[in-house]
C-alpha cells in the first residue's frame, strides 16, 4: 500500500523516540525505529502480531515483563537482553503475549533498528506498573518531524557503555 509522507511517520511525543513506516502490505508492516541517546518507550506489547528486528545502528536494550499474577501487585521482570548492531543477527520475538520496553542507553549515540512485524501492526497497548493496559495506541498518525539524514550518524563514538542494570526504565 502507498502511503503519503504525512502518514509515514509516528512520533510518540511522551517517550521522545520515532517510527518511520516504510511498507505496509497485507501480511506484514516494516518500520524503522529511532532512539535518540538515552530515550525509549513504555512497557508495552505488540497485540497480535510478532516480530523479527534487527538492529542497524548503536544499541538497544529491552525488559521483559509478565502480568501481575495472584498476590503480585506489579509487573514482574522476566528477563533483559542487550542488541548491539555489530552482532549481525537477526532477532524474534514470537510471543504475542510478551510485555517489553526498549531503550537506547548511549548519552550520546543514536540507535537504528528495522522490525518487520507479521501480521500488520496496527495497535499496541501501552501498561501502568501495575500491568493494566491504560492505552490502546494506533500505531500511526499525522506526521511530525523526525531523524533526518541518518549517514549523519555515522562516526558517532559511543565511549559511554554502561551496566545496564543501573537504569530503571
Known sequence: NSLSSSE???FNSFNSYNRKLLLQEEKFTLLMLIFPP???NKVHDHGSSSCVFKVLKGKLFE???HKPRGEQKTLVRK???TYRSKDGDLN???ATNTLHSVRNLSRRKTAVSLVLYYPPLTECHIYD?????FVRQPMFGKAVPTVHDLHRLDGENDDDAEEVEDHEM
Open 38 to 40: 538515552r530515550k525509549g
Open 8 to 10: 509515514t511517520v509516528w
Open 79 to 81: 528477563g533483559q537482553i
Open 129 to 133: 506498573n501495575s500491568g493494566n493496559a
Open 92 to 94: 524474534v520475538s514470537s
Open 63 to 65: 525488559r521483559q515483563y
